[in-house]
């Protein structure tokens, strides 16, 4: 996507407040940007063309955008909010939320989810990067699964495990 056009025109920094949660791009080359207070949605040009703010949509600290089906779904991680969620990136409608696994018996105490990502079959890793560093694995339909990981810095280890990435194979 190129940018284009005067980006202070329609919100200001002092605006949007802290944006370090994260920007992704949908296929029609709008950009999502995530802010203490809610979602901000870009045109190329740098037009506010759409904002999903308070509630479900403040504190992202990651996000992620990905196509299913007929639409595109944004995935974010809420630290503060303890889960993570997906949501239509259209409508703004929360589908899914991903919650503490009670299941994974590990009697966590904290619950602070720092990111996200989606595997290709839809499997959805969520980081508990400000608390226990356990990396927790849902199904595409919020069912917990797994974990791993730990508080470390040895092997199978994380210390602030504040990012998740894949590869792309």
Same mark, same amino acid.
């Not at 966590?108 to 980081?127: E, H, R």
């Given at each position: 996507t190129r940018l284009q056009g005067d980006w202070s025109s329609d919100v200001c920094s002092s605006d949007l407040g802290p944006t370090h949660g994260g920007v992704v791009v949908d296929k029609a080359g709008n950009i999502y940007t995530s802010a203490d207070q809610g979602v901000y949605v870009f045109s190329p040009d740098g037009k506010v063309i759409q904002s999903y703010l308070g509630g479900d949509y403040t504190r992202l600290h990651d996000i992620e955008i990905r196509e299913e089906g007929n639409g595109e779904f944004i995935y974010g991680a809420r630290n503060a909010n303890a889960e993570g969620i997906k949501f239509n990136a259209a409508s703004g409608e929360v589908v899914l939320r991903f919650k503490y696994p +009670? +299941?994974?018996?590990?009697?966590?105490?904290?619950?602070? *989810?720092?990111?996200?990502?989606?595997? *290709?079959?839809?499997?959805?890793?969520?980081?508990n990067g400000y608390a226990s560093n356990h990396i927790f694995r849902y199904d595409k339909n919020g069912k917990y699964l797994s974990h791993f990981g730990t508080q470390g810095n040895g092997l199978k280890e994380f210390n602030t495990a504040h990012e998740i990435g894949r590869a792309h194979v």
């Open positions: +009670e +299941e994974s018996g590990l009697n966590l105490k904290q619950f602070n *989810p720092t990111a996200i990502t989606v595997a *290709p079959n839809g499997d959805v890793y969520l980081s």
